[in-house]
């Protein structure tokens, strides 16, 4: 489509702010893919409402990017706006509610929470993201997900209209919300925890760092996790690791290019630096593949392809 309507308005708001053939392997964990035809990044709320209204005005296609966590962009790239999340900030109300803005990093709050005192967030230590993407998919971890321990998310819509949604309104599931469906933007989400002794909290924090360190990619490229669990309640918390069967079909031993499976947890894909997207997803197509042969079980994949993949697939 023609997206230089949309550029011209974009243009008049955010000035050379708007840049067009942004590189998204620079805005990823993965480290590949191509371009964005255009990218803004929004540090408030207002800016977003502002860039929503001339997409949806325009008809152009666009994408919020938070922190490029659980993300693989085609290396063909993305023929629409990304709008990239940079609206932060923490600050404590009341006895033990957080508010924070969408772009925050996760780990960051993680640690906000632990200088006040405040518990209930040490699951999502080491967690790859923003928070905005962790309502988004609901990031959880050793039993505990975001939905635990939030109270309420400011949206914006289709039309740059925002507004306050409660947390029954996401209709929170397995590493899916509502907004995987409303496509809507979140700029920023209160949440209620717990007074707790500070050096309790941080050791928990820090044991559950040690664990993910010991059996996950420290320095590699990678969006963590691809597969989802799946859902069986005879498992310990509730889901039969896809990691597990991965581990079981020789998952560890495959690579494709420079695509390759982490050695330590076999739900993990790697980048070793010269992989692009391509070689990715075709390593995930195989590794599904082998999974439905010998499990009968179909993974579904928890990161978002962003992009047009019909040439990298195989």
Same mark, same amino acid.
């Given at each position: 489509?023609? @997206? ?8 008049? @708001? ?35 409402? $502002? ?47 957080? @508010? ?6 996760? $780990? ?28 988004? *998919? ?15 998310? $400011? ?68 969006? *963590? ?52 997207? *391509? ?36």
């Amino acid at each position: 489509m023609d @997206i230089k309507p949309a550029v011209e308005k974009l243009h008049e @708001i955010f000035g050379d702010r708007l840049i067009i053939g942004e590189s998204l392997a620079e805005h990823n964990c993965f480290a590949t893919g191509g371009k964005a035809a255009a990218f803004i990044e929004v540090f408030e709320t207002t800016e977003l409402a $502002q860039a929503i209204r001339i997409v949806a005005e325009t008809g152009i296609p666009a994408f919020m990017l938070g922190g490029g966590s659980n993300l693989l962009v085609a290396d063909s790239g993305y023929e629409g706006l990304v709008i990239k999340n940079g609206i932060v900030g923490i600050r404590r109300e009341k006895e033990a509610e957080l @508010i924070a803005g969408a772009g925050e990093d996760l $780990q960051d709050l993680v640690d906000f929470a632990t200088g006040s005192g405040l518990t209930g967030l040490e699951f999502a230590a080491g967690i790859y993201g923003t928070v905005g993407g962790a309502v988004y *998919g609901n990031a959880g971890a050793y039993g505990s997900e975001i939905k635990d321990v939030l109270v309420s998310a $400011q949206i914006v819509d289709h039309q740059g209209n925002t507004r306050t949604e409660p947390a029954a309104w996401f209709e929170f599931g397995y590493r899916s919300s509502k907004l995987k469906v409303t496509r809507e933007y979140v700029t920023e989400v209160r949440l209620a925890l717990k007074p707790g002794r500070t050096e309790v909290i941080a050791h928990k924090v820090d044991e559950i760092l040690a664990q993910r360190n010991r059996k996950l990619p420290i320095k590699e490229r990678t969006a *963590g996790c691809f597969f989802k669990n799946i859902p069986d309640k005879k498992e310990k918390f509730g889901k039969l690791s896809a990691g597990k069967l991965l581990d079981e079909v020789g998952a560890k031993q495959l690579h494709v290019g420079g695509a390759r499976v982490f050695e330590k947890h076999a739900n993990i894909l790697i980048n070793n630096g010269t992989a692009n997207s *391509g070689e990715i997803r075709q390593l995930s197509k195989v590794l599904k593949n082998m999974v439905k042969e010998k499990f009968g079980i179909e993974l579904q994949e928890e990161i978002t392809l962003l992009g047009d993949f019909k040439e990298e697939t195989v």
